[in-house]
C-alpha cells in the first residue's frame, strides 16, 4: 500500500484546510468614536482617505479582510494602528499629547512610512503626494526646514 498522499489528494485537503479555517472568527469591530478630530477640510480628508482605517473608530472593512488569513493580517494592522495613534479617541490627551502626536506623524509622513506602501498598493487614493507634505507639515505645527 503506498503511504505517499497524491496531488488530487494534497489539493483536496488543502481545499479542506482552507475552508474550515475561514471558520475561525476574526473580531472586525468599529467601537463608537468618542470625538472627532478637528482640522481644515483638505488635511481631514487626506486623513479621512490615507489614515482612518487603521487609526480610527471608523475603519472600513475591505472585502478581503473577510477571507482568512488576509483577515488576520488586516485586523491585526487596525488594532496596531488604532493602539499607536487612534484619532476616534484624540481628545483623550492633552494638548501636550496631541502636540508629541503631530510631531510623530508628521515623521512618519515625511519619511514615507504613513500610509505604509502596502496598504498604498491596495488604496491608490491615499497616496501622500510632496504636495500634501506642506499642508501636513502646517498641520502638525512644524516649521518649514
Not at 489528494?9 to 473580531?27: A, C, D, T
Not at 489614515?51 to 485586523?75: I, L
Amino acid at each position: 500500500m503506498n503511504s505517499a498522499m497524491t496531488f488530487k489528494q494534497l489539493v483536496l485537503l488543502s481545499l479542506l484546510i482552507f475552508f474550515g479555517i475561514q471558520f475561525i472568527p476574526v473580531e472586525r469591530t468599529n467601537p463608537p468614536v468618542e470625538t472627532r478630530l478637528v482640522g481644515p477640510q483638505p488635511v481631514m480628508d487626506l486623513f479621512r482617505r490615507s489614515c482612518f482605517d487603521c487609526h480610527s473608530n471608523e475603519t472600513v472593512w475591505p472585502w478581503y479582510g473577510k477571507v482568512v488569513p488576509f483577515s488576520w493580517f488586516v485586523a491585526r494592522d487596525v488594532n496596531r494602528g488604532r493602539d499607536k495613534l487612534n484619532f476616534s479617541t484624540w481628545n483623550r490627551g492633552s494638548g501636550q499629547d496631541q502636540d508629541k502626536l503631530r510631531a510623530e506623524i508628521w515623521e512618519k509622513i515625511k519619511v514615507g512610512d504613513m500610509p505604509p506602501p502596502m496598504y498604498v498598493f491596495g488604496h491608490q487614493e491615499a497616496r501622500v503626494t510632496t504636495d500634501h507634505h506642506r499642508m501636513m507639515r502646517e498641520w502638525c505645527g512644524v516649521p518649514p526646514n
